[in-house]
């Protein structure tokens, strides 16, 4: 099974470009998670032959939003974290904005695992988002996966906005406490480590110059000055499952590329 997610900055955007169909023809993904989607399902009109669509969409039209497309039918879908986690985490919202009102989690349910997609919020160019990322997210999502992981092995995957490490981008000094780099979001995602989840692409392939993100500008795709900011995270038990774990950056269309992993199950 080859799990593929992309975060495509605006599902619309990628099919005017003609660059979907040729995403789908290249890795020939099982399921496939999306990330800032920017659309309802209904305008998106996707209607992938063969896939079922489960769409968790922002209620600020043409923002943030996530969505699974998927070959097999999952046991379940939930959108959205759960009540209890947002308000013992007191996840409310910021200045910016609701997280919880931004589409920015889905969740299937198969057999033996369960998928969750995630955007994670950035913490901005000011840092003016990185209180509630790092005070209230970053623990409530932590905390919702541990939850799952208890039930059946989990594989996170999506634009989870940090490099943990040097290695994850092309400038780690010049980059050191801004967003995508703080200590705080470094943490976070080492928190998830700690949990006992797998970074599966570093199962595979060590060093830098493996990034899934770049700048739009001075020709940094080109030159290969990106970030490693999307990932796939899997449970210790679905672990040595996975046969490859892999970064598409051939895949245009996005300032992101795919990322993927395939499962022997």
């Known amino acids: 099974m080859r799990i593929v997610s992309w975060n495509v900055n605006g599902i619309r955007a990628v099919q005017r470009k003609g660059m979907f169909d040729p995403f789908l023809d290249s890795l020939q993904p099982d399921i496939i998670c999306l990330q800032e989607t920017r ?3 209904s305008p998106a009109d996707c209607n992938l032959a063969g896939y079922e669509e489960h769409w968790h969409s922002a209620a600020k039209k043409g923002y943030s939003g996530t969505a699974i497309f998927s070959r097999h039918s999952p046991m379940s879908v939930v959108t959205g974290l759960p009540s209890d986690l947002v308000t013992k985490h007191q996840l409310a919202g910021d200045s910016f904005g609701n997280p919880n009102d931004e589409g920015r989690v889905v969740t299937a349910e ?8 995630a955007y994670t919020p950035n913490a901005k160019g000011n840092l003016g988002r990185l209180a509630l990322r790092h005070e209230q997210w970053d623990p409530a999502f932590l905390n919702y996966v541990k939850e799952l992981n208890k039930t059946k092995p989990v594989a996170i995957c999506g634009d989870l906005n940090v490099a943990h490490t040097d290695d994850d981008l092309a400038n780690p000094k010049a980059n050191v406490g801004k967003a995508g780099f703080t200590n705080e979001e470094r943490h976070g995602f080492s928190q998830l480590l700690a949990a006992g989840f797998v970074d ?3 199962i595979f392939t060590q060093g830098n110059g493996h990034y899934t993100w770049w700048s739009n500008f001075s020709g940094a795709r080109a030159r290969n000055v990106g970030w490693r900011i999307d990932y796939f995270l899997v449970s210790q038990d679905l672990a040595p499952r996975v046969q490859a774990a892999d970064i598409h950056p051939d895949i245009m269309g ?3 590329c795919p990322v993927s ?3 022997d199950l």
Do not use: G, N, P
């Open 39 to 41: 659309a309802d399902q």
């Open 110 to 117: 198969y057999a033996d695992f369960y998928l969750v997609t």
């Open 200 to 202: 599966s692409f570093r």
């Open 254 to 256: 996005s300032d992101h």
């Open 261 to 263: 992993i395939t499962l």
